[in-house]
Each structure stands twice: as C-alpha cells, then as structure tokens.
Nanobody, 121 residues
Framework: QLQACGGGLVQTGGSLRLSCAASGLTFSRYGMGWFRQAPGKEREFVAAISWSGGSITYSDSVKGRFTISRDNAKNTVYLQMNSLKSEDTAVYYC????????????????WGKGTQVTVSS
C-alpha cells in the first residue's frame, strides 16, 4: 500500500514537500507518480519518476516549480513543491505502476490515499 503525507495550508509562493511511503511491494520495480484532483475536476497528472529514478517527467503546469525524487532504500517517493500558486490547491495522490512511467490514471496498480494541499493568497 501507499501512504502519502506532507500536505497542508501554505501561502502563495510557499513550499511543501510531500512524501509517499510504500509497503507490501517491491518498491524498486515500480514507477511512481503524483497526481492531483481539485474540486469538480478530474484527477490530473503532476509528475512521474521511473523505477530506477533515471527518467522523470512533469506536467507543463508544474515544470520548473516541482521536483519529484525517490529513495529506493526507504521505499519512498517525494514531491518538492516550490513557488506554490492558488491553482495548485488540490488533493494530491501518489501512484505506483509496475515497470511503467506513471503519467496516466489508467493501469495504475496502487493508489495512495490523498493528502490535501491548500494554497491561500
């Protein structure tokens, strides 16, 4: 299972670091991703990292502001979010897909429970 944490309330321009800890799976075999869902909207892709960490991709809306990373020794994936904007407000979910780059909600093997991020002006 996946357990995400680190969300909270932050002012515009601030930073947060999300973490997602995995258990019960061979973490190093899974591509990991972060998605978010704002009220009334569909869940959307934010960032993804391959199982080895050698390939990373971001949505255009967060490129240059967010950084995804992973520590396979700790079975954890991170999302460092800087220069936060009000439009980043959403519930953030981590996802795992076996030997895949997780850029779509389809085919995800595991979802974590979301963590709320609220950016206030």
């Amino acid at each position: 299972q996946l357990q995400a944490c680190g969300g909270g309330l932050v002012q515009t321009g601030g930073s947060l670091r999300l973490s997602c800890a995995a258990s019960g799976l061979t973490f190093s075999r899974y591509g990991m991703g972060w998605f978010r869902q704002a009220p009334g909207k569909e869940r959307e892709f934010v960032a993804a990292i391959s199982w080895s960490g050698g390939s990373i991709t971001y949505s255009d809306s967060v490129k240059g502001r967010f950084t995804i990373s992973r520590d396979n020794a700790k079975n954890t994936v991170y999302l460092q979010m800087n220069s936060l904007k009000s439009e980043d407000t959403a519930v953030y979910y981590c996802a795992a897909d076996l030997y895949a780059i997780v850029t779509t909600t389809k085919g995800v093997d595991y979802w974590g429970k979301g963590t709320q991020v609220t950016v206030s002006s």
